[in-house]
Nanobody
Framework: QVDLVESGGGSVQPGGSLRLSCVASGSIRVINDMAWYRQAPGKQRELVASISWIGSTNYTDAVKGRFTISRDSAKNTVYLQMDSLNPEDTAVYYC??????????????WGQGTQVTVSS
């Protein structure tokens, strides 16, 4: 089993910044892709950004140039630096990790979600 703990959400004014963190722990042999998703009220969950085990990144168009995903593989941690935030970024942000457990089982794990609110 792989557990994820997210932190860093909160409220910020338009134009502000936040940094989300997600730490994975448990029966981990290797972590492959790590990603951040978000779900706004009344909308489907969407992929915000992802990063592969070799550091290749992918962003949804709405956040390109404003958000940066990174990872510290030694700490099993993924980050999302969010700059130039606007009200449309308001959502619950979820961490997702694709891992292989010590027993060689694939695991698709989700964090509990952290609220990000952008409002003046």
């Amino acid at each position: 089993q792989v557990d994820l703990v997210e932190s860093g959400g909160g409220s910020v004014q338009p134009g502000g910044s936040l940094r989300l963190s997600c730490v994975a722990s448990g029966s981990i042999r290797v972590i492959n892709d790590m990603a951040w998703y978000r779900q706004a009220p009344g909308k489907q969950r969407e992929l915000v950004a992802s990063i592969s085990w070799i550091g290749s990144t992918n962003y949804t168009d709405a956040v390109k140039g404003r958000f940066t995903i990174s990872r510290d593989s030694a700490k099993n941690t993924v980050y999302l630096q969010m700059d130039s935030l606007n009200p449309e970024d308001t959502a619950v942000y979820y961490c997702n990790v694709q891992a292989v457990t010590l027993a060689f089982f694939p695991e698709d794990s989700w964090g509990q979600g952290t609220q990000v609110t952008v409002s003046s």
